[in-house]
T-cell receptor
């Protein structure tokens, strides 16, 4: 089965609303990363967070290893937050295993 | 310059014809990767070079070739394109053989359409 599962598949918000993206993994991990891709843009690493909570501006990532999950919280969403958010883990070897992504659309 | 450059941005190919995609980085990274991404699917690792050593995934071993003539440059070669090869191809690079996953940098991708 799929080792990394993301939910929801897509999310539509009004500007100013908060977003909660989930990543569940079925194996132990060495690393956990969240990536963001603007339409037509590169995948950009937004968080490297193998455990605990990290915050950067309006973004907060929390990884709970015991529960095999990580979340990405976006507060006060903006139109420019629209895009695809991918989580990826490495387990055993250091190669990244990606989820299928969450497509976020923030409307004005 | 922390960018990974990919050329071309869009590529159209005919079934049965070869395809060559190009990637470059100037960060002196020792590892370069090629991923394939199809709509609503996770990026799938095809192969990677650690220095001069090529590692190919078992299920894509015979479908993709690659070369890395120098540290900065890496190509992805498809000998005979099939319709199933239509996808976005993402190049990435990292230092320390990828052990520092936080230093993985991606290019903007090449969208390949096979007709």
């Amino acid at each position: 089965g799929q080792q990394v599962q993301q939910s929801p598949t897509s999310l539509v918000l009004q500007e100013g609303e908060n977003a909660e993206l989930q990543c569940n993994f079925s194996t132990s991990l060495n690393s956990m990363q969240w990536f963001y891709q603007r339409p037509g843009g590169s995948l950009i690493s937004v968080f490297y967070n193998p455990s605990g909570t990290k915050q950067s501006g309006r973004l907060t990532s929390t990884t709970v290893i015991k529960e095999r999950r990580s979340s990405l919280h976006i507060s006060s969403s903006q139109i420019t937050d629209s895009g695809t958010y991918l989580c990826a883990i490495s387990s055993g070897s250091w190669q990244l295993i990606f989820g299928s992504g969450t497509q976020l659309t923030v409307m004005p | 310059d922390t960018t990974v450059k990919q050329n071309p941005r869009y590529k159209l190919a005919r079934v049965g014809k070869p395809v060559n995609l190009i990637c470059s980085q100037t960060m002196n990274h020792d590892t370069m990767y090629w991923y394939q991404k199809k709509p609503n699917q996770a990026p799938k690792l095809l192969l990677f070079y650690y220095d001069k050593i090529l590692n190919r995934e078992a299920d894509t071993f015979e479908k993709f070739q690659s070369s890395r003539p120098n540290n900065s440059f890496c190509s992805l070669y498809i000998g005979s394109a099939g319709l199933e090869y239509s996808a976005m191809y993402l190049c990435a690079s990292s230092r320390d053989g990828g052990r520092s996953a936080e230093t993985l940098y991606f290019g903007s991708g090449t969208r390949l359409t096979v007709l």
